[in-house]
T-cell receptor, first 114, second 116 residues
Framework: EAGVTQFPSHSVIEKGQTVTLRCDPI?????LYWYRRVMGKEIKFLLH????????ESGMPNNRFLAERTGGTYSTLKVQPAELEDSGVYFC????????????FGPGTRLTVL | AQKITQTQPGMFVQEKEAVTLDCTYDTSDPSYGLFWYKQPSSGEMIFLIYQGSYDQQNATEGRYSLNFQKARKSANLVISASQLGDSAMYFC?????????????FGKGTRLHILP
């Protein structure tokens, strides 16, 4: 069974540009989460989808971040316009709904904003 | 406040020795879940072990065991017979609510170095 996949693995952009990160969850997992780790700090929650609905977006830092999950399959996280402080590793995770099974993480996208 | 604390930023351990990685947590919810993840240098986050707050026995998965002491709010990871491939960053994490779909909170991590 394929795990959570993320694309791209790395992205280097200039301040003010736009970047879109993609996450493909494990097939059958209705829960999809985005997390971010800024250098030297804890991994922080950004938002949570159940199928195509945003269940919790309390961790989204500001309105420059837009997440979508059309059709309840893959998700995208767009940063527009990117700022220097957006640099970090963006992780996606998925899990089955209402299960004790853990959240399975993807390999992350390392975003560098210059 | 809901929080995970990992007090060991780094550890060096001789190969084949047992390792204990410390983790304490704070939550006011009576039902919660505790996790450990491993992040090797390649960057992916690998799930290792899970402990539910109402589980009577400590969780075990192969060489990994979770030393769960509820009264002390600690959830230490024990790795038996360490191997060179165990060198990685280890994160303790908590789902601090009864909602099994809820977000999880991470500690800052412990970087483990296994010495040959």
């Amino acid at each position: 069974e394929a795990g959570v996949t993320q694309f791209p693995s790395h992205s280097v952009i200039e301040k003010g540009q736009t970047v879109t990160l993609r996450c493909d969850p494990i097939s059958g997992h209705d829960n999809l989460y985005w997390y971010r780790r800024v250098m030297g700090k804890e991994i922080k929650f950004l938002l949570h989808f159940v199928k195509e609905s945003k269940q919790d977006e309390s961790g989204m830092p500001n309105n420059r971040f837009l997440a979508e999950r059309t059709g309840g399959t893959y998700s995208t996280l767009k940063v527009q316009p990117a700022e220097l402080e957006d640099s970090g590793v963006y992780f996606c995770a998925s899990s089955q709904v209402s299960s004790t099974s853990p959240q399975y993480f993807g390999p992350g996208t390392r975003l560098t904003v210059l | 406040a809901q929080k995970i604390t990992q007090t060991q930023p780094g550890m060096f351990v001789q190969e084949k020795e047992a390792v204990t990685l410390d983790c304490t947590y704070d939550t006011s919810d009576p039902s919660y879940g505790l996790f450990w993840y491993k992040q090797p240098s390649s960057g992916e986050m690998i799930f290792l072990i899970y402990q539910g707050s109402y589980d009577q026995q400590n969780a075990t998965e192969g060489r990994y065991s979770l030393n769960f002491q509820k009264a002390r709010k600690s959830a230490n990871l024990v790795i038996s017979a360490s191997q060179l491939g165990d060198s990685a960053m280890y994160f303790c994490a908590m789902r601090p609510s009864m909602n099994r779909d809820d977000k999880i909170i991470f500690g800052k991590g412990t970087r483990l170095h296994i010495l040959p």
